[in-house]
């Protein structure tokens, strides 16, 4: 296909849009929520596995997910990008393979980056990048390309306009073996030290929230109607949401949280992901109505209730959410619910067994192969640091500075 100049300056922003999501948002919005002196760690592992994942996806990992015909990975044929001419044009869009290479690039960071919430303020600074190394190679890759990269998934008809299944769903259940391996940490769940800068994590959740234009209208590929419309539902889902959990902390404990509200608002971005391509706006205020209130009850159950130290909710927030989205997106995409409709010959039943059989089955590769890969890690480098190192905060411990100097 020629290249199309207005899809090919839509997508560069929405790349860049991603980027940020990562760098710096995902970092502050996480950095807000430990301790002062753990601040920097926070920082310093999502600045590193951006970094990392790049080299990666341009030795391998990019080919391996969206090169060959496999149903269950792709081939070595595009590994530094060797053969793909500067002006060739990615399969079935207009713009340049080199730009596709770099949007999709943006959503491997991230993923990886999102599971750091579930061990802060305790996991050794080696541990973590082992542990995304293999985890990009051996959970994401596969994932990507079984659902986006023409694998299994995507032949069966599997809705995932964004990454519920490839980006939520898989951090969001990667992060209970990493986590249970880690243990909880110091003091849990009766003496944790609250958020050191509610401020901070509002700031960062404004950037992923901005920056999550460019994750769901960026996926469209094109700079239509489409991404119009998933800009819509995205921002409407996330607005829902955030007024949901408004209103149940008001209700439960008479005074709604910075914190709270902020969450409520990833809650609502990370369920329309997968749906955001498909629905309408309508859809888009009852996905995030069921995202922030199935996402709030999953946050009092896992850490009060079944007393999991999911530190920064990475479980439910984003694997609840990426699962419930995953599912209504068969719901809504429905022609007569507003939504672009179900491919031809296809019942909303069918298509909601096809998303539960895809949502088992990412759910189960992802946590078996990362409990594997996190007793690897553990073997190889050790996960956990010193106690006494964890009580002083790794900041200084591991990285040689301090994120205030008082």
């Known amino acids: 296909m020629m290249i199309d100049a207005g899809d090919t300056a839509w997508l560069i922003t929405a790349t860049a849009l991603v980027l940020f999501m990562t760098l710096p948002g995902l970092a502050l919005f996480y950095g807000g929520l430990v301790r002062a002196e753990n601040l920097l760690s926070v920082?310093?592992?999502?600045?590193?596995?951006?970094?990392?994942?790049?080299?990666?996806?341009?030795?391998?990992?990019?080919?391996?997910?969206?090169?060959?015909?496999?149903?269950?990975?792709?081939?070595?044929?595009?590994?530094?990008?060797?053969?793909?001419?500067?002006?060739?044009?990615?399969?079935?869009?207009?713009?340049p393979e080199t730009v596709f290479f770099m949007f999709q690039?943006?959503?491997?960071?991230?993923?990886?980056?999102?599971?750091?919430?579930?061990?802060?303020?305790?996991?050794?600074?080696?541990?973590?990048?082992?542990?995304?190394?293999?985890?990009?190679?051996?959970?994401?890759?596969?994932?990507?390309?079984?659902?986006?990269?023409?694998?299994?998934?995507?032949?069966?008809?599997?809705?995932?306009?964004?990454?519920?299944?490839?980006?939520?769903?898989?951090?969001?259940?990667?992060?209970?073996?990493?986590?249970?391996?880690?243990?909880?940490?110091?003091?849990?769940?009766?003496?944790?030290?609250?958020?050191?800068?509610?401020?901070?994590?509002?700031?960062?959740?404004?950037?992923?929230?901005?920056?999550?234009?460019?994750?769901?209208?960026?996926?469209?590929?094109?700079?239509?109607?489409?991404?119009?419309?998933?800009?819509?539902?995205?921002?409407?889902?996330?607005?829902?949401?955030?007024?949901?959990w408004i209103v149940i902390e008001t209700v439960k404990f008479g005074?709604?949280?910075m914190v709270g509200a902020v969450t409520g608002a990833i809650a609502g971005l990370a369920t329309i992901t997968p749906?955001?391509?498909?629905?309408?706006?309508?859809?888009?205020?009852?996905?995030g109505l069921a995202g922030g209130s199935v996402c709030y009850l999953m946050v009092m159950v896992v850490k009060h209730r079944f007393r999991i130290d999911d530190s920064l909710d990475v479980l439910a927030v984003h694997g609840i959410g990426g699962a419930v989205g995953v599912l209504l997106a068969a719901v809504f995409a429905d022609a007569a619910l507003g939504g672009i409709g179900l491919a031809e010959?296809?019942?909303?039943?069918?298509?909601?067994?096809?998303?539960?059989?895809?949502?088992?089955?990412?759910?189960?590769?992802?946590?078996?192969?990362?409990?594997?890969?996190i007793k690897l890690v553990q073997a190889l480098v050790g996960l956990r640091v010193s106690a006494e190192i964890e009580e002083q905060g790794l900041d200084l411990n591991i990285h040689g500075e301090r994120g205030y100097n008082m």
Not at 61 to 77: E, P, R, V
Not at 345 to 373: D, H, K, N
């Open 275 to 287: 749906a955001s391509g498909y629905v309408g706006p309508g859809a888009a205020l009852v996905i």
């Open 345 to 373: 010959g296809r019942t909303m039943g069918g298509q909601v067994l096809i998303q539960l059989t895809g949502l088992i089955a990412v759910l189960i590769w992802s946590v078996v192969v990362s409990f594997i890969i």
């Open 43 to 95: 920082l310093m592992q999502c600045f590193t596995i951006a970094s990392v994942v790049t080299v990666l996806w341009l030795l391998a990992a990019y080919s391996l997910t969206f090169s060959g015909s496999g149903a269950w990975i792709g081939d070595l044929s595009k590994v530094l990008l060797i053969g793909v001419p500067r002006d060739a044009a990615a399969a079935n869009t207009k713009i």
């Open 105 to 244: 690039m943006t959503f491997a960071i991230i993923t990886p980056a999102l599971i750091v919430g579930a061990f802060v303020e305790r996991m050794r600074f080696g541990a973590v990048v082992m542990f995304s190394v293999l985890w990009l190679f051996l959970v994401y890759v596969p994932v990507a390309h079984w659902v986006w990269g023409g694998g299994w998934l995507a032949e069966r008809g599997v809705l995932d306009f964004a990454g519920g299944l490839v980006v939520h769903l898989t951090a969001g259940v990667s992060a209970l073996p990493a986590r249970h391996r880690a243990r909880p940490r110091l003091g849990f769940p009766h003496d944790v030290r609250p958020p050191h800068a509610p401020w901070m994590t509002m700031v960062g959740a404004s950037m992923l929230w901005v920056g999550w234009f460019g994750f769901n209208a960026g996926s469209a590929l094109s700079a239509g109607a489409d991404a119009g419309m998933a800009m819509t539902v995205t921002h409407i889902s996330a607005a829902t949401a955030t007024l949901v």
């Open 255 to 257: 005074k709604p949280s």
